[in-house]
């Protein structure tokens, strides 16, 4: 809504009885303003407002703040005169021009009422004492949510928000392929007495490094000469013979 601040008269005054002869004051004095009245109910805070003309009350609103639910004009002038009985509460008063007035009738059209009321109606309407059945009303109004397995049974205040880090840490945890046998092989050789046998590193095979008299020599290549090929090419060939015979004797001599 677009309230007019205007002049406060009562600024946080304590709901004692009060309220209903402040108002009626207000409208005996044929001032223009509104009264807000903020209650505590069952399931938390709830605000009203009444608009005052010239000692007749011109709009209402109310609204239940916990669950966001609001009524306008007829409906919620029921519920402002019964707030303002209420025993726990508070509530101000405000003096409005005739313009600031206007602003709120132009910003605020659906809170008016069809006809204005007047003091001695007014006092009717006061109810001799607080009920809650306004706001039982409204509960019962409201949407049921499904209750999930855990509200069910009791469990609802239960959160896992780290799901994916406890996931992890068990997966960690799960010992690998054949860690429980040697576990409880460690577990039985201790609960008898024996020592851990140390771990045997595995044996690595020397490798043999082949002896020089082993070693054979290229074999000799023999030159399947044709009669087209020429004599320089029978030379290299047999060049090629006399060099391998050289290197098997290099080698016999060095070892």
Not at 100 to 117: A, D, G, H, P, V
Not at 133 to 156: C, D, I, M, N, W
Request: aromatic share 6%; hydrophobic share 40%.
């Amino acid at each position: 809504m677009n309230i007019p601040l205007g002049a406060q008269e009562i600024a946080g005054k304590a709901l004692s009885g009060e309220a209903v002869r402040d108002i009626i004051s207000f409208m005996d004095a044929n001032k223009t303003g509104y009264f807000c009245v903020t209650t505590s109910g069952e399931r938390g805070l709830e605000d009203g407002l009444l608009v005052i003309e010239s000692g007749g009350i011109l709009g209402a609103h109310y609204a239940y703040l916990a669950f966001g639910k609001e009524h306008a004009a007829g409906e919620a002038l029921k519920r402002v005169v019964n707030a303002i009985v209420a025993k726990n509460g508070v509530y101000d008063s405000y003096t409005l021009t005739a313009q600031q007035l206007e602003l709120l009738k132009i910003f605020n059209e659906n809170i008016l009422l069809l006809e204005r009321i007047p003091l001695r109606s007014f006092e009717g309407m006061v109810p001799v004492a607080y009920s809650e059945e306004f706001e039982r009303q409204e509960l019962a109004a409201l949407p049921k949510k499904p209750k999930s397995v855990l509200a069910e049974h009791g469990l609802e205040e239960i959160r896992i928000d780290n799901y994916a880090d406890i996931k992890a840490s068990v997966e960690s945890a799960v010992p690998a392929a054949g860690a429980a046998d040697k576990v409880a092989d460690k577990v039985k050789g201790y609960l008898s007495g024996e020592k851990p046998k140390e771990p045997v590193p595995p044996r690595e095979e020397p490798t043999e490094k082949p002896l020089v008299e082993d070693m054979k020599p290229p074999e000799k290549v023999e030159a399947l000469v044709d009669k087209e090929l020429d004599t320089e090419t029978t030379q290299e060939l047999e060049e090629l013979n006399q060099q391998a015979e050289k290197l098997k004797k290099l080698l016999l001599k060095e070892t």
